[in-house]
DNA sequence: ACGGTGACTCGCA
DNA sequence: GTGCGAGCCACCG
């Protein structure tokens, strides 16, 4: 699983998931799988935004305030609704 | 089997 | 920054 390579204390947009998984443009099937996993998977779904830094879930869906909640605890850092996407380079 | 929908992204205006 | 349209693929009724 491509989530399960990534690092802690690094968000990763779905696009860029996408493209690890070899799905260009299938961002969609990324959330879609997220949704689908179970609350005990082990995969850090939460380290995936939108390509706009920011959380894709509704800010009063529980899953949103985890993942918030998380994401600082790895050490992310976050404007409001808003993570820092800072210029990490994926695996070069 | 078919069509609609969705935790999305990108290019263009 | 904001809006529109097109592309992606799997799940659900």
Known sequence: MVL???PSGTVVTYGQVAELAGLPRAARMVG??????PKATQLPWHRVVNAAGKISLAEDSPSFKVQKARLQEEGVVL?????SLKKFNWQP
């Open 4 to 6: 399960a390579a990534v």
């Open 32 to 37: 879609r799988i997220l949704g689908k996993l």
């Open 79 to 83: 404007n409001k609704n808003r993570v």
